[in-house]
Structures are given as structure tokens and as C-alpha cells.
């Protein structure tokens, strides 16, 4: 049985319980969180919350998709042009490798281009050889063509500090392999 990542239309702020029931019934889901520093009370708070307000990624065959909807919290899957929106998994994977690597990310809508995969280029940087990191104004987006948006992240905003020996930036790029270095 072919199983796809579908995206998943949740109530208003149900994206955490709706992964928690998907997961109680064995089903394959991914609700991105990003991490945020806030300050309350003058005291920095870091949070976990939703990168996408409204939206969670399921795995399901297609004969699966009916039965989500009976799901409390659950609106519908969300479509595209009479279809269902089909995730890749690569997508998947680099937005699992974004949250999982940068504090206070950020989304932006990005236009919806399915057919096309994610690329990797330069703007407005000289080139760098192997050596990504070297603009103190760099950022690092991820577009996810088949939603249209667009993750984005500033280098210093890497959640490993020096004396935990972080992934370098170089291999952070080589693992995702699926991204977008634009100067700002």
C-alpha cells in the first residue's frame, strides 16, 4: 500500500491535539513546531509552537483520507485544484531538518509550484567554494513548493552554541541538500 504525506487542515489552534490523536490511532504525522525565545515578565521564555497555524502532515494511503475527517480537530485535508495536496518526502525532511536547527524561523508565502524541486542558488554572494557561511547578513530558506511557503532563517539564529560542537553549516547543507542561501 502506497502511503503520501497529505497536509492536514486542523481547527484554530489544534494542531497539537490533532497530532496526538493521529498518533493514538497509528497513523504517521508530523506537526512542524518551531522554537521561539520569548520575553515575559522580562524573563526569556523559551516555547514550542506551530510553524504553520492550521496545518498538520499525515501519512495515509488513500483509502485512509476519509477516515481522518471523523478525527475531533479535524477540518479536511487540503486540496489543490480538485486534489488532494501531496507532500514529498523530502519536503518532509527539510522541514524536520529546519525546526530541528534554527530558533525563531519564520514562514512566507511562496507561489505554488508542484512540479518543481528545491533548488539550490546563490543571490547577491560571491561565490564561496564549499564554504557557505561567510556573510554575516546570510539566511538560509527552504521553499515548499507544494504548499507555497517559504522557511527562513538567519545563520545566527542556529540553535547549537559553539561548545556543543554543533553540526557544522556545511554539513547542515550537505544533509538537507534542498536549499536556498540568499543574502538580505
Known amino acids: 500500500m502506497i502511503r503520501n504525506w497529505y497536509v492536514i487542515c486542523t481547527k484554530q489552534q489544534q494542531e497539537k491535539k490533532v497530532t496526538a490523536l493521529l498518533s493514538k490511532k497509528g497513523i504517521e504525522n508530523f506537526c512542524p513546531l518551531k522554537t521561539v525565545e520569548k520575553k515575559l515578565g522580562g524573563n526569556k521564555v523559551i516555547i514550542k509552537e506551530p510553524l504553520f497555524s492550521s496545518y498538520v502532515f499525515a501519512r495515509l494511503a488513500d483509502s485512509e483520507i476519509s477516515i481522518i475527517k471523523i478525527i475531533p480537530g ?63 547578513q546570510q539566511r538560509i530558506a527552504v521553499t515548499i513548493n507544494s504548499i507555497g511557503y517559504t522557511i527562513i532563517a538567519s545563520k545566527e539564529n542556529f540553535k547549537y552554541s559553539p561548545l556543543e560542537k554543533p553540526l557544522p553549516f556545511e554539513g547542515f547543507f550537505k544533509k538537507l541538500n534542498l536549499f536556498t542561501i540568499l543574502g538580505f
Not at 518532509?92 to 525546526?99: D, T
Open 74 to 136: 479535524i477540518i479536511n485535508t487540503v486540496y489543490w485544484k480538485s486534489k488532494p495536496v501531496i507532500m514529498r518526502q523530502d519536503e518532509i525532511n527539510a522541514l524536520k531538518l529546519m525546526v530541528e536547527s534554527f530558533i525563531n524561523i519564520r514562514i512566507e508565502r511562496a507561489a505554488v509550484c508542484i512540479n518543481d524541486s528545491i533548488g539550490t542558488f546563490r543571490d547577491n554572494m560571491a561565490e564561496l567554494g564549499n564554504n557557505l557561511i561567510g556573510n554575516q
